[in-house]
């Protein structure tokens, strides 16, 4: 595995490419490009889950990817991915068939938050469990956007959907994000890592790692939406720092080392983690997007927005507890 | 001709021990009743080394037929096998796999669906998938299920056809019931099969095959939208009419190899018949025994036993069925809210602007392994020679052998 800076990665041709129909402003093609950069070592293959990125990026009869890519439906993503490597080991094993030239390859599996958490876990899971040889990339913009920003099992606590909307009585969402780092970690498997756009060479040095690891990887990319999440165009990434230094969207990376599962923050998390006073309050970033405006309007909801706080402080001592 | 051996199989070890001879790239399944021999024993195969195949034991049908559809779509032969609730299971990735053009191979060991759950047989599952865009190959016997799953893989890769292709065999009655196979040699099946072709395509980056290739990238699957979704699905249409063409070329092919020859329709006794049943699967094995009854008893009675339900061979099934004046339909299906069942209804249509037609009434029969008895079917030859007499069907659709009807 070679480091890969930022300068380096400009120079590397894009393999999702402009002309795309995805939202100004939209982070999925910015983490998507960074991730395509990193494996471009390799031969890669793309599968993607139905949502944002699938769709805009493929409306017949054009393309924007220049990788051999693959959409079949909404859930199965990791089994599209595994048939894909299957059909590599299968072509290895044999000596003959279209695969069977190359020594190592890419499996990419895209999906969204809903094709993740929510109708895709079972796919996702079994694939884990078998151990395929593939990067499961998780491009969480936190309810589907793509049908009209309804809740997911992403969708954070209180956030306003259009099927948890803000209403007199219940003030969005009632439950909290899933958390998917920790069932696939349960999964025991080699690496998995959270990105966040906002700090690209962080994005491009776990995206190399993960590459270079043998076996089921998973990769969650906080993808900031700018028509769910109700934020102007240009603050997209901003907005995606500001996740991060709240603790809303630590960034960290889980590595098997002897079969142990070892949790270790990255750059700025562990910036936060060694001066604590540095963290900054999650109203911070509540406040710069119109899905949480009820929690400010007509005037701020001082028990929810406590009720984040606390939960949001609970989830990063307990990442801090396995981070050791 | 090759020295064939006679091995004892039943039906699910006939498709296991023909799909080990392909040798499959991939098998993605997932066990299910009763189709699960047939896992168990290609299980075994993968095993032993006795092929090369990646099995992968995915977690439910849905993903089974996804993982078939990213392999073949990376150029795997990807096999799998279901029944019932299995295949209602993967339906959405069904009709995916076919509207890719996905040469994939499927055994249906036919079973009712639920509810009430039921393990037993009949044809509610794969008469469920007729527009799905699959060949369907409904077998008789062991025999047929063993050569149907061998020449399946050359139909759906024909390069004027890349379409999936099902082999339906009866649940239990086929699936468990051990019969006589002969078999051809591995080597024989593999040069019959030879390697996965492919077809050329125009992409966005140049010409290539039709596969997931790092060489020459193809954007597979793409959002399809109004200007262009309908005529894809006309190529549907085309490539199931050309299916139609060249299915018996390979089925000649295969008479050469292995010296058993295949129609998509086969007649019995229809040259003089003057009341007739057609049908599909194990019951017509019943079926014709009865006709040798009933000749004996000197009734002139005939049948047509259809082997292809799609692409659904009209002029062939014209031709079996010849000027026989009644025709009656043996279905293990019920279309409920229809007219009538399926099989009934597709030659209802394509007898419609005939001038010369003969009667048709439906049977339904067997419904969750109700076993379809030589008396129900004399039953239905009976009802069939009071058409005849009256010259009118009284009822368009009768179910044999329930009770409080």
Redesign the interface.
């Known amino acids: 595995m070679s480091k890969l800076t930022l300068k380096e990665a400009a120079h590397i041709e894009d393999t999702l490419t402009s002309g795309h129909r995805l939202c100004a402003g939209c982070a999925h093609p910015i983490v998507a490009r960074m991730i395509m950069k990193a494996a471009s070592d390799k ?3 793309v ?1 993607n889950a139905t949502g944002c990125l ?2 805009a990026t ?6 924007s ?9 909404f ?2 993503a ?7 490597e ?6 290895r ?2 000596g ?4 069977a030239k ?1 020594e190592d ?1 890419n499996v990419i599996a895209f999906a969204g938050d809903g094709g993740t958490y929510d109708i895709g876990i ?2 996702l ?3 884990l ?2 151990g395929h040889h593939f990067t499961y990339v998780l491009m969480d913009n936190e309810a589907y956007m793509n049908t009209g920003i309804q809740r997911s099992g992403g969708t954070p606590f209180a956030a306003s959907t259009t099927t948890s909307p803000a209403g007199r009585v219940i003030h969005g969402k009632t439950q909290w994000k899933k958390p998917i780092m920790d069932i696939v970690v349960a999964h025991d498997i080699p690496y998995a890592a959270t990105l966040n756009p906002a700090w690209p060479q962080d994005v491009l040095d776990k995206c190399r790692k993960n590459f270079s690891i043998e076996g089921p990887k998973f990769l969650h990319a906080l993808i900031a939406c700018t028509r769910g999440w109700r934020y102007p165009t240009s603050d997209t990434i901003a907005i995606s720092r500001l996740a991060t230094q709240t603790c809303v969207f630590p960034l960290y990376e889980v590595e098997r080392v002897d079969g142990r599962p070892v949790w270790k923050l990255s750059g700025p998390s562990a910036a936060i983690a060694r001066r604590p006073e540095s963290k900054k309050p999650v109203e911070e970033y509540l406040k710069t997007q119109g899905r949480f405006r009820h929690l400010f309007r007509p005037k701020p909801d001082e028990e929810l927005l406590k009720a984040i706080q606390d939960g949001v402080d609970h989830r990063w001592e307990m990442l801090l507890e396995k981070c050791g | 001709m090759v020295e064939q051996k006679l091995m004892g199989l039943n039906g699910d070890e006939a498709v296991a021990y023909a799909t080990k001879q392909v040798n499959p790239d991939i098998v993605a399944a997932y066990p299910i009743t009763p189709q699960t021999i047939i896992v168990e024993r290609f299980s075994e195969y993968v095993a032993d080394r006795e092929v090369d195949t990646e099995f992968v034991a995915v977690e439910s049908e849905h993903s089974a037929m996804s993982s078939c559809v990213g392999a073949s779509a990376a150029g795997a032969r990807a096999f799998t096998a279901t029944a019932a609730n299995g295949l209602a299971l993967m339906w959405e990735i069904v009709y995916i796999a076919s509207s890719l053009r996905l040469p994939i191979v499927m055994a249906v060991v036919n079973r009712a669906l639920s509810g009430p759950i039921n393990i037993h047989n009949d044809h509610s599952d794969t008469m469920g998938a007729r527009d799905s865009g699959w060949i369907q190959i409904y077998c008789e016997n062991a025999q047929e299920v063993y050569d149907a799953s061998i020449a399946a893989w050359r139909i759906a890769e024909h390069l004027k056809v890349q379409l999936p292709v099902m082999v339906c065999l009866d649940g239990f009655t086929l699936s468990h019931t051990m019969e006589n196979v002969m078999t051809l040699p591995d080597e024989t099946v593999q040069r019959f099969v030879g390697d996965r072709p492919f077809i050329e395509v125009e992409g966005h980056m140049g010409k290539g095959e039709l596969r997931l290739n790092p060489e020459m990238p193809l954007t597979m699957g793409p959002l399809d939208l109004q200007d262009f979704y309908y005529e894809h699905k006309i190529h549907q249409v085309d490539a199931m009419e050309q299916a139609l063409k060249y299915m018996k070329d390979v089925d000649e092919e295969w008479t050469k190899v292995s010296g058993r020859s295949y129609q998509y329709v086969e007649p019995y006794l229809m040259e003089d018949a003057e009341v007739a049943l057609i049908g599909m699967g194990s019951m017509m094995g019943t079926v014709r025994h009865m006709v040798g009854d009933l000749r004996a008893e000197g009734v002139k009675a005939g049948m047509v036993k259809l082997r292809l339900f799609r692409p659904f061979p009209v002029d062939a099934i014209k031709k079996a069925v010849g000027d026989v004046p009644v025709l009656g339909v043996m279905e293990k299906c019920i279309s409920f809210g229809a007219p009538a069942s399926p099989l009934m209804e597709e030659l209802m249509t394509a007898y419609y602007h005939d001038k010369e037609k003969p009667m048709i009434a439906n049977y339904v029969v067997g419904l969750g392994g109700r076993d379809v008895s030589p008396d129900m079917i004399r039953e239905a030859y009976k009802s069939l020679a009071k058409i005849k007499k009256t010259g009118k069907v009284d009822k368009l659709s009768t179910y044999i052998g329930v009770r409080g009807d």
């Open positions: 031969p890669t293959f599968t699938e769709v493929t409306i017949f009869p054009f393309t990817w220049k990788v051999p890519w693959l959409h079949n439906a859930e199965n990791a089994a599209n991915a595994s048939g894909i299957a059909t590599w080991r299968a072509h094993r044999k003959k068939g279209p695969l190359y390859i079972q796919a899971s079994g694939a469990e078998r």
